[in-house]
């Protein structure tokens, strides 16, 4: 099973805990982290300080995605270390974590949207 989860919500962690953010609050007790689907923190901040609406970052972030699964699709073998590590990650139960307390607009809703789309994966979204 791979679920999504707020760093704040221990009670929907399942499996290993794994950071899809730029950070970790101290003292997480996570096992991994997947950086290539942490947002940028200009975007995050261009959202957070009102620069762009949800709906521009949105747009954007799945481009991001978009461009990372080009990346997997063209890496030679082991030329990114993250990719091997997304593949046993995944295989596996796990909690993709990263701050916001709801995921209606937060990233971590993407990345659920993405995987089920581009890898047939199940994840639930808490």
């Given at each position: ?5 707020s ?14 953010s ?12 997947l ?18 609406t ?24 082991n ?42 994966m199940?994840?639930e979204?808490?």
């Open positions: 099973m791979i679920r999504t989860a760093y704040f919500n221990p009670q929907d962690f399942v499996g290993k805990l794994i950071s899809i730029g950070s970790e609050p101290p003292g997480a007790m996570i096992v991994g982290k950086r290539m689907f942490a947002p940028p923190r200009n975007l995050v901040m261009a959202l957070k300080h009102g620069h762009i949800w709906e521009q970052y949105e747009e954007i972030y799945k481009g991001q995605l978009d461009d990372l699964r080009q990346t997997i699709e063209c890496a030679p073998e030329a990114l270390a993250g990719i091997h590590m997304f593949v046993d990650v995944l295989s596996e139960d796990c909690t993709l974590l990263c701050w916001e307390h709801t995921p209606a607009h937060c990233h971590r809703r993407l990345v659920a949207e993405w995987l089920e789309r581009e890898f047939g199940t994840v979204v808490r």
